[in-house]
């Protein structure tokens, strides 16, 4: 019987993002390193064919001048991204802690909130015609009112985010870190100045502090 071929030896290859991993840049990966042997994706056909670079070839262009010269300057740039997103937070908080400083919250006696809440809740209704929502506001238990109560105070008896900070753009981690921030300090003077509505003002309170944490 004739002796089977040895199987070659698996060469072991790194991928893009394996790379970066190890901190190459896409601009040293472009600048320093050959270009590399395409593959199709195992796990998508229609994806675009995946780079490889033996480690062989990687290893020894990672002892070349060049590729220290390009690292070090690539942790430099790492380091001031850094540090310019580590003053923009504080910037941010900084702004968070003057707006807040300027919330007043307006206080009406309890029956005048109620009706003034369920008749802003029953606008709302009649005006988003929607089958799976109830028509009727003036059913609502104690739990769904006090939650009621306190979005109205937030909305209509504070300098709320219409006045305070609309300007910002909540879609950004930033922004949103301000527009939570001032959320929960609202959320604290409707407290004291209602408080009846306090354990409810302290359950969105943290729940808007969640937000503003897992945001960052």
Not at 58 to 71: I, K, L, Q, R
């Given at each position: 019987m004739s002796k089977s071929k040895d199987?070659?030896?698996?060469?072991?290859?790194?991928?893009?993002?394996?790379?970066?991993?190890?901190?190459?840049t896409k601009t040293m990966i472009e600048t320093l390193l050959p270009e590399p042997e395409l593959k199709d994706n195992p796990h998508y056909k229609c994806a675009a064919p995946m780079k490889l670079w033996t480690v062989e070839v990687?290893?020894?262009?990672?002892?070349?001048?060049?590729?220290?010269?390009?690292?070090a300057l690539a942790a430099k740039r790492k380091a001031a991204a850094k540090k310019a997103d580590e003053t923009k937070t504080a910037n941010a908080i900084a702004l968070a802690g003057d707006l807040s400083d300027k919330i007043t919250i307006k206080v009406i006696p309890a029956p005048d909130l109620r009706s003034r809440?369920?008749?802003?809740?029953?606008?709302?209704?009649?005006?988003?015609?929607?089958?799976?929502?109830?028509?009727?506001?003036?059913?609502?238990?104690?739990?769904?009112m006090a939650r009621w109560m306190v979005n109205y105070i937030r909305h209509n008896l504070t300098e709320d985010d219409r006045t305070l900070y609309n300007h910002l753009n909540i879609r950004?981690?930033?922004g949103w870190l301000i527009y939570t921030t001032i959320k929960e300090a609202t959320l604290h003077k409707i407290a004291d100045a209602y408080p009846y509505l306090a354990d409810e003002c302290m359950r969105q309170a943290q729940g808007a502090s969640y937000d503003a944490i897992s945001r960052r």
């Open positions: 199987p070659q030896p698996r060469v072991p290859k790194l991928t893009q993002a394996g790379l970066k991993e190890l901190g190459w990687v290893e020894a262009v990672m002892e070349t001048p060049e590729y220290a010269s390009a690292a809440t369920l008749a802003a809740k029953q606008a709302w209704y009649d005006s988003h015609d929607y089958y799976d929502f109830p028509r009727e506001a003036y059913g609502a238990d104690d739990a769904t950004t981690c930033k």
